[in-house]
């Protein structure tokens, strides 16, 4: 017996053109199938879940109308272009989707001619699109642009840069707002519906663009003119209709907000509009998990659920041997802020995924969600910090270089007393190279006034944060992992740690291996295996890269003649780098080899797949200890 096609007309779908032969009638059909083939797949190869349900209409939709790839669409973040992916060449190998060697997490140009721009943080699409818009203007080409962004990313500042360059920069760019929790526009029923007919009409803006052009033929209308003329009717407008938008006001036309799961609807309206002169915005409402009940009612847990069963719609989760870093940091900074009433928690739009939640549960006061806004986050924690306060700031290492020039000017250049908590530091996984956090160690370093640390284990993770807390310590950097440390009992005792002081952890006589952060005890096994092969190791968790131990390095620069660092992060400027710095600086002839991240962006994929290709794994690293075997014998 022939097993029943589930997805009869998406399988037709090879490319957009193929979507482009279908009726409209036949669109809604389309997209229960890509919805349903999108949760099928995601049961068995966990990605970004609930935002791609959300916005399966509106993918349909501009796909449909919009002449891709000649047309670009450019996507925000990219955590709702799955269904972007299938439509586009890519369904029959989804099921690879961000495993190693398989479909990238994000868009991406080199995967895909329909990928018109990389996609991985928050708030770029409108500025990417809008060049995208003016260099199709400059060349004279009929191309359309499209940028798709979401409330949340329109919290980033460089959204709203993009956005005020709008009416200064020649474009017939198209912003879809894709939103699904917050209200821009207020919505009046009927007459809203009456707006966006009457403005979305072919023939209104035929004859609108018409008389426009007239009256510039005739050197009555220049661009200052026009966008006071665009300002008086969006003000009238709003008079009239009581609509008030924050875009209008930027020049843009403004559209909606409409059904963003009414696909039929969509299209219409894309239609309208496509061919408009000038930069023009389509403001959509939709549902986080549509289609997907569970979802739908949690979206922030359904973001990334990672496995789940189909028919109960349980999530499938694993109980670790251990707790991740993350909870160990959100539990210690619940235990501290009980006992020190000047510490305040900020995250940017990250409260579960740093497990800073905690502390909005027990002390709501005491706790700032800023949104997707890392340099706002960073600057208001420097505010707190001059107000007298002790904030403590998490943000995703790889995220925080969006807040690089921040720190420097606000917080360090101060001497503030402030924490910086870098979660997700090192090599991430299946979320790639734009989530890597690679750089952290090397962008910090050269900055003055900072202090930058990364815990051997969870207890030093805590007497670390302790640490950072005491007055006076000025700005505190402390970078760990994404995922589970490696103690069951990590419920020490608050302590200090004296700041710029590493350990020796093993006593050896033939190489010198200094490892910064959890990697080091990963190596324990390996330090011990190296022994027993004839390499007798001396292990230093050097703690802190910023002040640095000198007097470690003296040590191993004086007794050895073969140095082997470890550090999850780039081999260019870290720990390595200042390694070997130091001891080319005080006359040391040691022989130093770095382990890091390659000088490379490196793919996406299971941790322990890319730890192998950076040569970070145990066997590469046993291989490099046992390199003084041949020197020695």
Not at 491 to 501: A, F, M, N, S
Request: glycine letters at 10%.
């Amino acid at each position: 017996m022939e097993k029943e096609n589930k997805y009869p007309l998406l399988e037709s779908i090879n490319y957009p053109a193929d979507l482009r032969k279908l009726s409209e009638k036949q669109l809604p059909q389309l997209c229960d199938e890509l919805r349903g083939f999108i949760i099928d797949s995601l049961a068995n190869n966990p990605g970004h879940f609930a935002s791609s349900l959300g916005a399966v209409e509106l993918t349909v939709a501009l796909h449909y109308v919009f002449s891709t790839p000649d047309d670009s669409i450019v996507w925000d973040v990219g955590h709702q272009a799955y269904g972007h992916k299938i439509l586009t060449g890519r369904r029959e190998r989804f099921h690879t989707n961000r495993k190693f060697g398989g479909l990238k997490p994000f868009p991406a140009p080199e995967e895909s001619e329909y990928d018109s721009f990389i996609a991985g943080h928050a708030s770029n699409s409108i500025s990417a699109a809008l060049g995208l818009a003016a260099a199709a203007k400059l060349k004279n080409v009929p191309e359309h642009v499209v940028a798709v962004i979401g409330d949340g990313s329109m919290s980033g500042g460089l959204a709203y840069e993009g956005l005020n360059n709008l009416a200064n920069t020649p474009n017939n760019l198209l912003v879809v707002l894709n939103d699904n929790n917050m209200s821009i526009s207020n919505s009046v029923g009927g007459m809203s519906k009456l707006l966006v007919s009457m403005h979305s009409s072919k023939i209104y803006n035929k004859a609108r663009y018409a008389v426009a052009q007239g009256l510039r033929k005739m050197h009555l209308l220049n661009e200052r003119r026009a966008n006071s003329i665009i300002r008086f009717n969006n003000g009238l407008k709003s008079l009239i209709f009581r609509q008030q938008n924050f875009f209008e006001g930027m020049c843009a036309r403004y559209f909606g907000p409409i059904d963003g799961h009414d696909v039929i609807g969509l299209v219409r309206i894309l239609r309208s509009i496509k061919d408009m002169k000038g930069p023009h915005m389509l403001h959509v409402h939709t549902t986080k998990g549509k289609g997907w009940k569970p979802a739908e009612k949690d979206a922030t847990s359904w973001h990334q659920p990672g496995l789940f069963d189909i028919e109960t719609g349980e999530r499938i989760v694993a109980n670790a041997a251990t707790p991740r870093f993350q909870d160990v940091f959100g539990e210690t900074l619940v235990e501290m802020a009980k006992e020190n009433e000047k510490i305040i928690g900020v995250t940017p739009a990250m409260p579960t995924g740093c497990s800073m939640h905690k502390l909005g549960e027990v002390l709501p006061d005491r706790f700032f969600d800023v949104g997707i806004a890392e340099g706002h986050a960073v600057t208001f924690s420097a505010g707190l910090a001059k107000g007298g306060m002790l904030p403590f700031c998490n943000i995703y290492s790889s995220f925080m270089q969006r807040g690089y020039d921040n720190l420097i000017h606000d917080a360090a250049l101060q001497r503030l007393d402030m924490v910086f908590c870098l979660d997700r530091a090192g090599i991430v996984g299946e979320d790639g190279p734009t989530h890597h956090g690679a750089f952290d160690l090397a962008y910090l370093r050269p900055v003055p006034n900072i202090t930058i640390a990364s815990p051997y284990d969870e207890c030093e993770l805590r007497r670390m944060m302790y640490t950072a807390a005491q007055p006076g310590a000025g700005t505190f950097v402390i970078r760990y992992p994404r995922g589970s440390g490696s103690l069951k009992e990590w419920r020490c005792p608050l302590e200090t740690i004296e700041v710029g002081k590493g350990r020796l952890m093993k006593e050896g006589s033939d190489v010198a291996f200094l490892t910064i952060g959890p990697l080091g005890k990963v190596m324990e096994a390996v330090v011990a295996e190296a022994g027993k092969q004839g390499v007798s190791v001396a292990h230093y968790d050097m703690r802190y890269l910023k002040p640095i131990d000198e007097d470690i390095l003296h040590e191993v620069g004086k007794r050895f003649k073969y140095i082997v660092t470890l550090e999850d992060g780039t081999v260019k400027g870290g720990l390595g780098t200042a390694v070997a710095e130091f001891m080319a600086l005080n006359g040391y002839t040691s022989k130093v080899e770095i382990i890091g991240i390659p000088d490379k962006f490196i793919e996406h994929g299971a941790p322990e797949e890319l730890y192998r290709v950076c040569g970070m794994d145990k066997e590469s690293v046993l291989e490099a200890l046992l390199k003084f075997k041949e020197i020695k014998g």
